[in-house]
């Protein structure tokens, strides 16, 4: 059984930074692509950062603030947030996807890509 559980999560003023951690269990974590979500109150959950093997995609409006990366040996995938925005506050969810084989470049986008997902962390940016 999968599990996922993020880390790091807080109140920070705009402008700041944070850094979350997702450490997985239960799968050779090293094989298969992680994602990071976030939902707002009220809001669709969307698509922030994907890491598959040593290839990350970032949509648009993080591009540049937010860096992923995985450090296989601790099977922990990080989110660093940099220059956070009070639109940038919502709740933060680490996935797993465990598609064993994509062609290229692809990284994971899609909230029907991931397979597994943490009970997520709490980021408030205050202005």
């Known amino acids: 059984q999968v599990q996922l559980v993020e880390s790091g999560g807080g109140l920070v003023q705009a402008g700041g930074s944070l850094r979350l951690s997702c450490v997985a269990s239960g799968r050779t974590f090293s094989d298969y692509a992680m994602g990071w979500f976030r939902q707002a109150t009220g809001k669709v959950r969307e698509f922030v950062a994907g890491?598959?093997?040593?290839?990350?995609y970032y949509p648009d409006s993080v591009k540049g603030r937010f860096t992923i990366s995985r450090d296989n040996a601790k099977n922990t995938v990080y989110l660093q947030m940099n220059s956070l925005k009070p639109e940038d506050t919502a709740v933060y969810y680490c996935a797993e996807d465990v598609t064993p084989y994509y062609s290229g470049a692809y990284v994971p986008r899609i909230q029907g890509d991931y397979d597994y997902w943490g009970q997520g962390t709490q980021v408030t940016v205050s202005s």
């Open positions: 890491i598959r093997r040593s290839i990350t």
